[in-house]
């Protein structure tokens, strides 16, 4: 068993079983669930579960062979908890709707892992403490003074262009009118074949979050992890209770429609998915759509994908579709803020009431307009395709490490892989001269997974040496 302080997320399991249910099915339950969703047994904490079942051998022995304490909570407790799968049939038998998922979050923590079943157990997992929704990957460099090869942030290296400053430059001799957002408005229309009304500047992707969190009042919204964590922090801000549908590694990353509650009312998912870099296919997103949900795809990173392949920004046939779109990335515009929104217009007007006059500055503005033009769609194209040679060059180096794993097809500009010991791997990398992600901040991931961004071929063979000692030194 890897040590619990190996990890910066800890986990509670909680567990629930019919009479006479055997250790051996309560483990093989329990880290079948963990090892799919691409979570260590060592960083489980406890082991939870109601009162009335705590004396049961089976779940007392499993707790005993994972080396844990169980914890055990009166059914008025967990009853009070709300779950997202409750069950009549549990709450007659047990006194609590759900006594796995119940269990797993009475400690205060976030559910990583719905219920899952065997035939005669039941289990779900929960963070220990909640994520830290609000660590982006700018935290990792902040401050350093530039020392730091930077492959924790997304934004293409070496942006943003020269051209591109120069018309951000001259917009500050308009800086004493009001921005007027039309042009730019008009010009992403464009690009998508869209009518203006169907478009919603923001300040970035960020500020579309927060409004779609405020303005569209949903009742049950459903986020698909790992992904992006503003998503849910806004949420959550915003007083909704969140229900995540945590993707397994050993699945790939890949999303089954299946998974999402039939009854969500909003469904936030990443495509290409940050820290994934799972592209999923527009076929298995679209199946989530129908009358009454909103579907938002954060497309933030599909302009990095050689030809946008999967892309949903422009389909006008999808209902409650919400695309989300950044500039922010390719163009290494990250301290500007500029971003949008593709909607039916009923929602952009939605979202439009909930901005603040004049969001968008008029900068940002030009920048926007600029990036759209035929010119620039061209040159993210070819910096797309050059993307996707040296992400290939750097999995080909990844490769080559036995201690080093990567789940699912990488199509983004970054990587995600898995290594024991990612914590220390990660600080000996920051003593090295480069910072990368560390991945214990999304759901669904612990500490032993990092993402890489993409870098040219150069950046990548000193990372592959430097990763190469760190790995050395962290097996001492």
């Given amino acids: 068993m890897i040590p619990v302080g190996e990890y910066a997320t800890q986990l509670v399991v909680g567990v629930g079983g019919r009479a006479g249910v055997s250790v051996a099915e309560v483990c093989a339950l329990v880290e079948e669930t963990l090892r799919g969703a691409g979570l260590a047994a ?118 943003p262009p020269d051209w591109l400053k120069q ?81 397994r590694a050993a699945d790939g990353f890949r999303l089954d429609p299946q998974a999402v509650p039939q009854d969500a009312d909003l469904v936030i998912v990443g495509n290409p998915t940050n820290p994934t870099s799972v592209l999923h296919p527009a076929a298995v997103l679209t199946a989530l759509a129908r009358p009454g949900r909103i579907l938002v795809v954060d497309e933030a990173f599909m302009d990095a994908v050689p030809g946008e392949r999967e892309a949903l920004a422009g389909r006008t046939d999808v209902p409650g579709l919400v695309v989300l779109r950044s500039l922010t990335k390719t163009w290494g515009l990250a301290g500007l803020r500029i971003g949008y929104v593709l909607a039916e217009p009923r929602v952009i007007a939605k979202l439009a009431a909930a ?24 040159q993210a194209q070819d910096a797309a395709r050059q993307i996707a040679v040296d992400r290939a060059h750097l999995l080909a180096g990844l490769a080559e490490f036995e201690e080093i794993s990567v789940s699912g097809v990488a199509e983004g500009p970054f990587v995600l892989i898995r290594v024991a010991g990612g914590a220390e791997v990660r600080t000996r990398l920051r003593a090295l001269g480069f910072a990368v992600r560390r991945g214990d901040t999304f759901p669904g991931l612990d500490s032993s997974w990092l993402r890489l961004a993409v870098r040219d071929r150069a950046t990548t063979g000193r990372l592959l040496q430097a990763l190469d000692h760190a790995l050395a030194l962290t097996a001492r």
């Fill in 42 to 159: 060592g960083a489980v904490k406890a082991l939870a579960t109601v009162e009335s079942k705590a004396g049961e051998a089976g779940i007392a022995g499993a707790a005993e062979r994972f080396g844990v304490p169980l914890l055990s909570y009166p059914a008025e407790k967990l009853a009070g908890i709300c779950v997202p799968h409750p069950s009549d049939v549990v709450q007659g038998a047990a006194g609590t709707p759900s006594v796995a998922e119940a269990a797993a979050l009475a400690g205060g923590g976030e559910l990583l892992v719905p219920k899952r079943r065997s035939v005669a157990a039941t289990c779900a997992v929960a963070t220990a403490q909640p994520h830290d929704l609000r660590h982006h990957g700018d935290a990792e460099v902040r401050g350093d003074g530039g020392a730091l090869v930077d492959l924790a942030v997304n934004v293409r290296a070496h942006t």
């Fill in 355 to 378: 901005q603040p006059l004049w969001p968008v500055s008029t900068p940002a503005l030009v920048a926007a307009e600029a990036c759209v033009a035929p010119a620039a769609l061209a």
């Fill in 167 to 247: 018309r951000i430059a001259a917009s500050l001799d308009g800086l004493s009118a009001y921005p007027d957002g039309r042009s730019a408005r008009a010009a992403v229309a464009a690009r998508h074949g869209l009518p203006a009304d169907r478009v919603l500047l923001t300040a970035g992707a960020a500020e579309a979050f927060v409004l779609i969190a405020r303005a569209l009042g949903a009742r049950r919204p459903v986020v698909v992890h790992p992904q992006f964590t503003e998503p849910e922090a806004a949420l959550r801000d915003a007083g909704h209770t969140v229900e995540r549908v945590v993707l």
